[in-house]
Every structure is written in C-alpha cells, then in structure tokens.
C-alpha cells in the first residue's frame, strides 16, 4: 500500500485536522522546501510505527520516498499528533539507521535460552532508494555462547556500514540458575 499524504491549508489550524481524524506533520528536503501535510490518523498508525523508517508515498500526484524523522505525541494519550518525514535527494547518500529484526526469538524462549539484544538498529550510508525497510536476522540457530556479529550480516554491497564489523548485534545466553542447598 503507498501512503498518500496531502498539503494543508494555510488558513486551517493544525488543531482542525486533528478533530477531522487527521494529523498534521511537515515534509521537506533539499529538493522541495518543506510543505505542511496531513494524513489520515488510521493510515499513519498502522503504517508508520518506527523512527528512521523508510517509505514510500504520493503526494500531489508525484511518488516519493521518505523517512520518517520524528513523531510528537500527546503528552497523555501517547497518540500521534504530529510527524515529520523527510524526503532525501534520490542522487545523494545518506546517513540513517535500519532498524533489525529479529526472527526466531520465540523457539529461542521455548528452549529457555535468553536472547541478549546488543544492536537494535545499524548505522549506514547509501543512496535512499537502495535501503531496505528493516533488516531481518533469523537467530534460530544460535545455541548458548554464540553470537552473532555485524561482519555475518548479507547486505547488499551498495550499502557501507559504519559499525564496528566486530561489533556483536545479539548473543544467546541461558538464564542464571539458582540453587539453593538444605543443610
């Protein structure tokens, strides 16, 4: 599904759109200024739950992608009532993050191991249009005392990582057992 968000009027208060089941954000970039938008509240919360994400949408008539840089939420309700994306050169590299997905993490559970996140998300560079969404890491096979590391991870070769290769993204642990003994 490509989202589609809409220009607001300048004489309408952001407040309306909120009323009206919207909400009301910015989008911007070096090629297009920044332009207020709005979106209808049911798409943008099924749609747009991380930060850093990327995706794409048509906005007057003309597809972009974007990633969405901020989230302001209601101080009570924790509802959305105000995002901002940010719609980068498709010519130029980036620097964002990828969020990681972990796959597998239930049969880990299951065989009572605990699996220690180090890395959430990863740090890269690379053209808008050549980053994935998430990336998805199956640690089904890792047994207590391993882990798995930057280095294993297959990404596409127009991406550069700019972690530490050595550095650990999750390692398996079993949970510490206590014992107690009776005299």
Do not use: C, W
């Not at 906005?59 to 969405?68: A, E, P, Q, T, V």
């Not at 050169?89 to 699996?115: A, M, V």
């Amino acid at each position: 599904m490509i989202i589609e968000i809409k220009e607001r009027e300048n004489t309408k208060k952001a407040e309306s759109y909120r009323k009206e089941g919207y909400i009301p954000g910015v989008i911007y970039g070096a090629d297009i200024g920044s332009i207020p938008v709005y979106i209808d509240k049911d798409i943008f919360k099924k749609n747009l739950k991380n930060l850093h994400q990327r995706f794409e949408f048509i906005f007057n008539g003309k597809k972009f992608i974007g990633i969405l840089q901020e989230i302001q939420k209601h101080p009570i309700s924790l509802e959305p009532i105000h995002f901002d994306i940010y719609i980068p050169s498709l010519k130029e590299e980036i620097t964002t993050t990828i969020p990681l997905i972990f796959k597998g993490e239930e049969e880990l559970l299951r065989n009572g191991y605990i699996l220690n996140k180090s890395l959430t998300e990863l740090e890269v560079e690379a053209k808008i249009a050549e980053l994935p969404e998430f990336i998805e890491i199956d640690i089904s096979a890792l047994k207590p005392g391993e882990s798995l590391y930057v280095k294993d991870l297959k990404i596409s070769k127009s991406i550069k990582i700019l972690v530490d290769p050595n550095t650990p993204i999750a390692s398996v642990i079993l949970p510490e057992e206590t014992t107690e003994e009776s005299s």
